[in-house]
């Protein structure tokens, strides 16, 4: 127990990358069980989500457009 008034220890820092993040995660981490049907409701969200950031970015540039035209 730490006196009352005392300030906490800092803690350690580990200068990591986001690829060294994620190679810790994939070693710690099981892998997922990926069968035909997990796989194409993955690739349908991929799908999903590609679309959306699509409209999303082209409705915003052609606002753009038109501002500046």
């Not at 730490?2 to 200068?15: F, S, Y």
């Not at 690829?19 to 981490?29: E, H, N, P, Q, T």
């Not at 997990?38 to 082209?58: G, M």
Request: glycine share 2%; net charge positive; proline share 13%.
């Amino acid at each position: 127990m730490r006196p009352a008034g005392l300030p906490w220890p800092p803690l350690p820092v580990l200068p990591l990358s986001l690829a060294d993040a994620r190679l810790l995660l994939r070693a710690v981490l099981p892998l997922p069980a990926l069968d035909v049907p997990r796989a194409l409701a993955l690739l349908a969200y991929h799908q999903r989500r590609k679309a959306a950031a699509y409209r999303a970015h082209r409705k915003r540039r052609l606002a753009a457009l038109a501002r500046a035209g």
